[in-house]
């Protein structure tokens, strides 16, 4: 494009840009320079939408024949840091959940590198890319318009039937739990962030967007000492600076409020009054005629308690929504399952397995767990025949591992429990993990509740399902998004190396390893404000006779990365040795990872093997990592190449009593009875 078309797209695009956002017609010119000259793949630019620090524009992507939203961001200054930091968040957020047609799809990211001029070996000018950031870009799939201003279309217009504003919030909950059945809390809803995208259904798919505030809650942290979001849809408890999870189901309140009742609310109906007499539970919008006999009122009014604690879950919620409206959905939830969408859903999942599943695996067909979408219909139809749930099961993960769904047991006064289910391969090793797991009862380690096996429904296959304690994510889930908040004390990362130390020291105790030790088989769970973590899957744990001290085996078993020495860097040929000690050198590389995560998370999968491979005297001799900490000084003791050389944990919980719920009287007394 010449230099005369940028221009006038500059002024075209320049005109409906308010005074308030960053991105004037100055860095705008900039932007299009750029994006010609790096980006070519990028054309007819079009204005979208602007906030206080992002300019959103409409362009084609010639290279992968789609219409986009490109987002961006200045990155030249110091202190655009954080807002590029939160985009960053925004877009890697967005890519976990791009399974969810409740959430804005997002493509890509890239910066636009600032450009400079020097001569080249002929003399001749020429245009070099530097080193430079000058915008920050996230490239989104295109919805032409938001809520809010779906909400002016209907109030101009017409407002819709009810059964569309059922769906509308419907889909809103869907999009809203897909974060939060991953305890992510998004802290910015309001109209302005859920957006509009074309539908063959409805005519209509309502998807969140602006994850840039979203936060993780985690065990340490239930609630966020700070306020992020829009004071209008604040809730009582953000007002004062602690914005939990709760706080975006108050904010989700006041915007189902105004969809139910757009021919009375306007824009500006949450004035102080409005505002103040929600937040004391007084009364609800007093001074307006509301339709508060609706099905929408009914999730609302529970949205709108004042005390977090009496708010109904995005899951509960949903649910709740889904059977008032009462009529089949014209599309698939991803969050929940539905008895009515089994046979979609199951076809759903399966393909997704299918789409992630290595090559190999796929050819070992006696290990495949979901991709037969008859035999995942009839497993899941079996769940909701089983009176022992309550008939609201919330997808947490699945894959060629299994499945883990949460609900509520009946018997168990409607607890909250995780569902593991996976194919029965080899009874004898879903025996020997059930085993394992009705001896281990501490906090220590993930809890059994119960088992029972799925067969005549899935026949000839069988499928086991573990009910098990629900925690709110794993260790390598914590890890990252603590490390990306950038609240991590040193403090903190010492009381989880204490009870990553603790709770394997416990199975110890039983003489029990776990062969399999790495941050995905530690889960955090919340106690309070305490931080808990607990040691979980068993299914490669072995349980040693009383006066055995190891187990010889030729086939390595577990993962290769947190792998000792005497079991990784023996030829195929040879035995591979686990014991208590082969298990205490993947705890040290557990803590070393905790310790140093930003320096060596990227590199683990080839710095862990290549140490073990090759003897040593020093651990990480060659990488700067954290070496006045107190968990240096655990790694010193269990990361030792000569398993002869290496301390037990045992020794170090012997050494530190008082930190160590394994070393105490009342454990030890459980021990004791153990081995009469």
Not at 319 to 334: A, C, M, T, V, W
Not at 342 to 352: E, F, G, L, R, V
Request: glycine share 4%.
């Amino acid at each position: 494009m010449s230099k005369v078309s940028q221009s006038q797209l500059v002024n075209t695009i320049s005109q409906n840009i308010p005074k308030d956002c960053q991105i004037q017609k100055g860095s705008l010119r900039d932007i299009i320079k750029l994006m010609f000259s790096q980006r070519k793949y990028f054309q007819n630019f079009e204005y979208l939408s602007s906030g206080a620090y992002a300019l959103v524009l409409r362009a084609n992507n010639t290279k992968a024949n789609r219409t986009v939203a490109l987002k961006f961001l200045i990155s030249t200054n110091k202190e655009d840091k954080n807002g590029i930091e939160s985009l960053k968040k925004e877009y890697e957020m967005l890519q976990k959940f791009s399974q969810s047609d409740f959430l804005v799809n997002v493509y890509d990211c890239f910066y636009l590198m600032e450009e400079d001029v020097e001569d080249d070996e002929n003399g001749f000018e020429k245009v070099v890319i530097t080193q430079e950031k000058s915008f920050f870009v996230m490239e989104m799939e295109l919805c032409k318009q938001n809520l809010k201003q779906l909400f002016d279309f209907f109030r101009n217009t017409q407002p819709p039937p009810n059964e569309i504003k059922e769906v509308i919030a419907i889909q809103m909950l869907e999009g809203l739990n897909n974060l939060h059945v991953k305890n992510i809390m998004h802290r910015d809803i309001k109209p302005h962030n859920y957006l509009v995208s074309p539908s063959q259904t409805y005519g209509f798919t309502i998807k969140l967007c602006d994850l840039g505030f979203a936060s993780t809650v985690t065990k340490s942290k239930s609630h966020y000492l700070s306020k992020k979001g829009t004071d209008a849809y604040f809730a009582p408890e953000v007002e004062k600076g602690q914005s939990r999870i709760q706080s975006d189901i108050f904010s989700l309140g006041l915007v189902l409020l105004e969809l139910d009742n757009l021919n009375v609310l306007n824009d500006n109906w949450i004035d102080l009054d409005t505002k103040a007499e929600i937040h004391k539970g007084k009364a609800i919008a007093s001074k307006y005629q509301i339709d508060r006999k609706s099905n929408i009122y009914k999730i609302a009014e529970i949205c709108l308690k004042p005390n977090y604690l009496e708010r109904k879950s995005s899951g509960d919620l949903l649910y709740e929504l889904i059977n008032l409206h009462g009529q089949p959905l014209k599309f698939i939830l991803r969050s929940m399952i539905l008895k009515e969408q089994i046979p979609q859903q199951s076809q759903y999942m399966a393909q997704i397995l299918l789409d992630n599943t290595d090559q190999k695996i796929k050819k070992k067909d006696t290990e495949k767990q979901f991709v037969n979408k008859e035999i995942l219909s009839k497993l899941l139809q079996s769940l909701f025949e089983n009176n022992k749930y309550v008939n609201n099961f919330q997808i947490l993960n699945f894959g060629s591992f299994g499945m883990v769904l949460s609900t509520k047991k009946v018997n168990l006064n409607n607890k909250e429990i995780a569902l593991k289910i996976q194919k029965i391969v080899n009874d004898q090793e879903i025996q020997n993990e059930i085993r394992i797991m009705q001896q281990l009862k501490t906090p220590l380690v993930v809890q059994l509740y119960d088992h029972y096996v799925i067969e005549k429904a899935t026949a000839p296959e069988k499928y086991v399902v573990f009910e098990l304690e629900k925690c709110s994510c794993s260790l390598q889930d914590y890890l990252e998004r603590q490390t990306k908040e950038g609240e991590f004390s040193d403090e903190q990362k010492l009381n989880i190396a204490l009870q990553i130390i603790d709770s394997v020291n416990y199975i110890h105790c039983f003489n029990i390893i776990h062969r399999d030790i790495k941050p995905e088989n530690f889960l955090v769970c919340l106690d309070g404000n305490q931080l808990e973590i607990k040691l979980c899957d068993f299914g490669l744990s072995v349980q040693l006779g009383k006066d055995c001290e190891q187990i010889e085996v030729q086939c390595m078993v577990g993962n290769m990365t947190y792998s000792a020495p005497e079991i990784i860097a023996k030829e195929d040929d040879q035995n591979k040795i686990y014991s208590k000690k082969s298990d205490s050198y993947s705890v040290g590389l557990l803590l070393s990872l905790l310790d140093n995560y930003l320096i060596l998370n990227e590199i683990v999968g080839i710095t862990f093997p290549s140490m073990a491979f090759e003897q040593y005297n020093e651990p990480f001799q060659n990488i700067n990592i954290k070496r006045n900490t107190e968990i240096f000084e655990f790694i010193k003791l269990l990361v030792v190449w000569e398993r002869v050389n290496r301390a037990s944990l045992s020794t170090i919980v012997e050494q530190n009593t008082n930190q160590f719920k394994s070393n105490q009287n009342k454990m030890k007394s459980i021990l004791s009875k153990h081995y009469l």
